[in-house]
């Protein structure tokens, strides 16, 4: 994109993100900033996304030729500027994080106004979009490095497993002050989301070791932790994530604080244990869930949601059918580490097909925690700064507008807003196709100012 030299002396964007940009020369464009283009790429056929909606969203980005297309007009013609120009930053479509640019985090102001439909972009930034600088570089991954898994007792007996990534800083004074007098930083524990395990956090876990203590656990009836046919509710959930907060060290005075980040079920996992954290959470970290009702966002009932849950057989046919289903989704993302994370989701039987590794009771008990859950009343109760990544919306914008209604909810309670970085075009996995992004947002979280 190139704009007329009095407005501005240079855009920069990743070109093997954003395609081959093509001139945009409107005179709006350059006489005064009150219109905006959005940079849009050819995508690849739709698929299937299991894990969120169950509708379907494309893949991450292509290097495709961009086009460029209007969209309605801006107002608040400071804050574009600011925005777009000042800070140097181009975003997609729905206002991406350029990937590549990981120590830069793209943040909205998400307000009490409805965004609808088509041009969700426009009216995030109409309401007041900031983009700030740096927060943190957010390092390579570190593909040697290896968990060590444990297990933590809960009443009444339950085991709780999480694996250990290790990571900077000393687990025993996270939040106390260093040899420099300088505060240790918080730790991040990683919430996965229904039907996964720990193991689908690893590539954002690889990041952040680098710079962060960084443990990742597995839900209860989930991965290696106990299924117990009882404690599937919002108390419970939320003791098991402070008792792996504890028993691995991230927090073990009450001066230590640590970063909640869950994703689909797990973010509203992290909510509810974000609550009773109170100001032992540093912040909170939604991806691609924890803000909308489910039953409204799906427009099922919890059974017809329970009833959709099950995979076509030809899937689950065999362990090589199964992991081709899951490369099919981004052939680019495909790695050892996501073979492993699809692995473990399932279980292969001695006639060589596989079944869920989440037993059928706790999958179900897990599903109608979900339906309960409300985000206007969690949400607000929240202390801690919160950023949200919401993943694909449907046709009406309906998921932004969640977002906006919790996000007022928040300002009524005396809160700050939400901040949100949207990937409109990327399926629920975020952790598999913007791992960068994601850790960026981690990252973020904490120095957003507290309620």
Not at 110 to 117: I, Q
Not at 252 to 268: C, E, N, Q
Not at 327 to 335: I, Y
């Amino acid at each position: 994109m190139s704009v007329d030299a009095e407005l501005v002396e240079a855009l920069v964007v990743d070109a093997e993100v954003m395609g081959e940009l093509v001139d945009d020369r409107d005179p709006d464009l350059v006489r005064e900033v009150i219109g905006v283009g959005e940079v849009l790429l050819e995508w690849q056929a739709k698929e299937r996304d299991p894990v969120g909606d169950r509708r379907p969203v494309r893949p991450p980005l292509c290097p495709r030729d961009a086009l460029v297309q209007a969209v309605e007009g801006l107002v608040r013609r400071d804050v574009v500027l600011t925005a777009l120009v000042g800070r140097r930053f181009v975003g997609d479509d729905h206002g991406d994080l350029v990937e590549g640019a990981g120590d830069q985090l793209v943040e909205r102001a998400v307000t009490a106004e409805t965004m609808t439909g088509a041009s969700r972009t426009a009216a995030a930034l109409d309401h007041g979009a900031r983009i700030l600088g740096a927060m943190e570089p957010v390092p390579p991954p570190d593909p040697t490095a290896e968990p060590d898994g444990f297990v933590v007792v809960v009443e009444p007996g339950d085991r709780i497993h999480f694996l250990d990534w290790g990571g900077s800083g000393d687990p025993s004074h996270q939040g106390d002050p260093g040899d420099d007098g300088v505060p240790r930083l918080p730790g991040v524990l990683l919430i996965h989301g229904l039907s996964n395990t720990a193991w689908s956090w690893t590539p954002v876990a690889r990041r952040l070791r680098l710079v962060r203590r960084v443990v990742a656990m597995d839900l209860r009836g989930h991965g290696l932790s106990d299924a117990p046919t009882e404690g599937y509710d919002p108390p419970t959930f939320a003791a098991d994530v402070l008792a792996a907060a504890e028993g691995s060290g991230l927090l073990t005075s009450p001066d230590d604080r640590v970063i909640l980040a869950g994703h689909g079920f797990g973010a509203i996992v992290a909510a509810w244990a974000a609550v009773d954290l109170g100001e032992r959470c540093a912040g909170l970290v939604l991806v691609d869930g924890g803000w909308e009702s489910l039953e409204a966002a799906s427009g099922m009932d919890v059974e017809e949601f329970l009833r959709g849950l099950d995979e076509p057989p030809e899937v689950m046919r065999s362990m090589a059918a199964f992991l081709a289903d899951r490369q099919a989704f981004d052939p680019a993302t495909w790695d050892g580490d996501q073979d492993r994370a699809a692995r473990a989701t399932v279980v292969e039987t001695h006639a060589g097909k596989v079944v869920p590794a989440t037993r059928p009771h706790a999958a179900e008990a897990s599903v109608r925690a979900m339906f309960d859950y409300d985000p206007l009343t969690t949400l607000p109760a929240v202390e801690a700064p919160i950023v949200a990544l919401p993943a694909a919306d449907d046709e009406s914008g309906s998921r932004a507008r969640s977002l906006a209604e919790a996000s007022h909810a928040r300002a009524a309670a005396g809160r700050p807003p939400i901040r949100a970085v949207s990937f409109g075009h990327d399926g629920h996995n975020l952790m598999r196709y913007r791992p960068e992004a994601v850790s960026a947002a981690i990252l973020s979280v904490a120095v957003e100012p507290r309620g």
